[in-house]
T-cell receptor
Framework: NAGVTQTPKFQVLKTGQSMTLQCAQD?????MSWYRQDPGMGLRLIHY???????DQGEVPNGYNVSRSTTEDFPLRLLSAAPSQTSVYFC???????????FGPGTRLLVL | RKEVEQDPGPFNVPEGATVAFNCTYS??????FFWYRQDCRKEPKLLMSVYSSGNEDGRFTAQLNRASQYISLLIRDSKLSDSATYLC???????????FGSGTQLTVLP
């Protein structure tokens, strides 16, 4: 199993540009989530999904959209990038139970 | 108040030392508790779950005190390879979401 994969690994954007961060898992997990990690702030939940066709907002959803058309894929869209969205983004998945969460390797995003 | 609060650290300890990390959580209805480890510029990985009766995994011991809403992690005989950031994680709410503490950085010195 590849586990949780994320692309790209690194990305530089200009303010106002849009892009999609890809996330896929091959473990047939129900739950998938997107987090951002900033220095001193820990991991903050952006959006999550409890199954295909179901998404919900987390702690910091503004400026981001998600969709979950399949169990495997959970892309994160930045609608109009802002410097405040410079961060490391982690995608994660887990089964309903147990609650062990598996993370992708992360995407480092710089918005100029 | 943050939902999950941890010792800010950093902790710098010599090899072989015993070190303890503490964590408090605000939601008394929280259901499950975990410690994750994150190496520099890597993704977090599960270190161990935390059970009400306390549990041990080799040199690592985790304790949960539901009455005080307090979780701890004890590392005995620290190794250089234990250097990492340790994240306290709590599962709570009807959506069963995980909330992460901001982490405690540990450096084990030779």
């Amino acid at each position: 199993n590849a586990g949780v994969t994320q692309t790209p690994k690194f990305q530089v954007l200009k303010t106002g540009q849009s892009m999609t961060l890809q996330c896929a898992q091959d473990m047939n997990h129900e739950y998938m989530s997107w987090y951002r990690q900033d220095p001193g702030m820990g991991l903050r939940l952006i959006h999550y999904s409890v199954g295909a066709g179901i998404t919900d907002q987390g702690e910091v959803p503004n400026g981001y959209n998600v969709s979950r058309s399949t169990t495997e894929d959970f892309p994160l869209r930045l609608l109009s990038a802002a410097p405040s969205q410079t961060s490391v983004y982690f995608c994660a998945s887990r089964p309903g139970t147990p609650e062990t969460q598996y993370f992708g390797p992360g995407t480092r995003l710089l918005v100029l | 108040r943050k939902e999950v609060e941890q010792d800010p650290g950093p902790f710098n300890v010599p090899e072989g030392a015993t070190v303890a990390f503490n964590c408090t959580y605000s939601n008394s209805a929280s259901q499950s508790f975990f410690w994750y480890r994150q190496d520099c510029r890597k993704e977090p990985k599960l270190l161990m779950s935390v059970y009400s009766s306390g549990n041990e995994d080799g040199r690592f011991t985790a304790q949960l005190n539901r009455a005080s809403q307090y979780i701890s992690l004890l590392i005995r005989d620290s190794k250089l390879s234990d250097s990492a950031t340790y994240l306290c994680v709590v599962l709570s709410g009807s959506a069963r979401q995980l909330t992460f503490g901001s982490g405690t950085q540990l450096t084990v010195l030779p």
